[in-house]
């Protein structure tokens, strides 16, 4: 699962859903970035404790 949320956030068509999803519910331009920001941050402390497949 982690996987394919990992494939999906290396996608630049994930990042214009996710901003569409967001205008939709009535979030700012800087309300997304911190809530954008907060995600990355928190997928990239993930993908430093996961092992990769086959490793």
């Known amino acids: 699962m982690l996987d394919m ?3 999906a956030l290396s996608q630049p068509s ?3 859903g996710l901003s569409g999803m967001a205008g939709a519910i009535g979030l ?3 309300e997304f ?3 954008a920001a ?3 941050t928190l997928f990239g402390a ?3 404790f996961v092992n990769e497949r086959g490793a």
Do not use: F, N
Request: hydrophobic letters at 65%.
């Open 5 to 7: 949320i990992l494939r």
């Open 14 to 16: 994930t990042y214009a």
């Open 28 to 30: 700012s331009a800087p």
């Open 33 to 35: 970035q911190a809530l």
């Open 38 to 40: 907060v995600a990355a």
């Open 46 to 48: 993930v993908a430093v």
